[in-house]
């Protein structure tokens, strides 16, 4: 409840588009004020009522009387304009007659004052909707710069993967899981400043193409002291929902903004008879997952084969707080950057293994 709370602040604080949010903040207060005091709302009718003219009328001069007739039954639209015009050789007691025949009534249902309250009603829906859309558009133009720095930081720090020796590319483990992780809490940082929303992000990769097995290679900061699972070993694709259908399916990106929801949702980290939310066992409630792959185009065929080496994953205890619509291509930038880095790393790897293993024979 608290993190939803904390979302909304979010939200309200990405509410910068000036005449957007002015127009929003005023037609909600002139609405509750029109549903609070109705008395804006009121319009005052003015008129002489036959009857009561009827009961003063044997107490009137014909002076009075002539004065009177033509007003009867009509709304009078000015009071003081009436009052002003009666004539002074009237006695003060037939103007206080008069004064007292005009009739008041308040009409609190006209037609104009019901199309106000609509037309506000469609304003005030209108902006806040516009509002609350542009108000993540503005965080991801003020929050475009983690992107800038996913990628600055692998470039800066190329030569420190892999390093040169001999006059070929090595590899230093520590350095890449160093400068990966601190690349990939840029992209968490993103997330979280885009959505309002604690996020969490993570490498996944393909460690055995026969059985098409996943291991985490790199967690950002934040969840990187989560301790590892004891069923790794089963930690398969065909056993992930999200792995399977980006894989099988050859998706785009897959998305789940609530696990507890989501109807035949797999994952192997699920125990099948415990009573605990599937959120609980996760740690999660939403996801989003890129697959960090290029599909090569066959001119011979018309297949697609797709080289994968794994996934790009955010997550987020909070539901809901991703958008196919929005945060789609913010990720994908990332997994195509992370393709070129996991290819070149897995590439160095097999060689140097290929050369550790011909030294031994």
């Avoid at 990966?180 to 400043?193: G, H, M, P, V, Y």
């Avoid at 604690?198 to 990769?205: D, N, T």
Wanted: hydrophobic letters at 40%; aromatic letters at 14%.
């Amino acid at each position: 409840m608290v993190q939803r709370i904390k979302l909304i602040v979010c939200y309200i604080k990405g509410l910068r588009s000036g005449v957007g949010t002015f127009l929003s903040i005023f037609t909600l207060f002139l609405g509750l004020a029109l549903a609070f005091w109705p008395n804006l709302l009121k319009i005052d009718h003015n008129f002489i009522e036959k009857e009561s003219y009827e009961c003063i009328k044997n107490q009137l001069s014909p002076e009075a009387i002539k004065f009177v007739e033509p007003f009867l039954d009509k709304e009078i639209t000015n009071a003081s304009i009436f009052y002003n015009s009666i004539p002074a050789s009237l006695s003060p007691t037939e103007k206080n007659l008069l004064f007292g025949v005009i009739q008041n009534k308040n009409d609190y249902t006209s037609t104009n004052q019901l199309l106000l309250l609509v037309i506000l009603s469609f304003i005030l829906t209108g902006t806040v909707y516009r509002e609350f859309t542009s108000g993540r558009k503005y965080r991801i133009a003020h929050s475009i710069y983690f992107l800038h720095h996913v990628i600055h930081i692998i470039r800066d720090n190329w030569q420190k993967i892999f390093p040169e020796h001999n006059g070929k590319k090595d590899l230093d483990k520590v350095n890449a899981k160093q400068y990966i992780q601190s690349s990939l809490n840029e992209f968490e940082k993103f997330f979280t400043t885009v959505t309002g929303a604690p996020c969490r992000a993570c490498i996944k990769v393909i460690v055995d193409f026969s059985t098409l097995k996943v291991e985490t290679f790199v967690r950002s900061s934040s969840s990187s002291c989560m301790p590892v699972n004891k069923d790794r070993e089963n930690d398969k694709i065909e056993n992930n929902s999200d792995f399977f259908e980006l894989v099988a399916n050859k998706a785009r990106f897959w998305l789940v903004n609530d696990v507890d929801t989501e109807e035949n949702y797999q994952n192997s980290h699920l125990e099948i008879n415990s009573k605990k939310k599937k959120s609980q066992q996760l740690g999660y409630k939403t996801s989003f997952t890129w697959p960090i792959r290029k599909i090569h185009q066959h001119a011979d065929t018309e297949s697609n084969e797709p080289e994968i080496f794994g996934f790009l994953c955010i997550d987020s205890k909070v539901s809901g707080v991703f958008s196919d619509k929005y945060d789609f291509d913010s990720g994908a930038l990332v997994a195509d950057f992370y393709y070129f880095l996991l290819r070149a790393y897995f590439n160095i790897s097999a060689m140097k293994l290929e050369e550790i293993n011909v030294q031994r024979q």
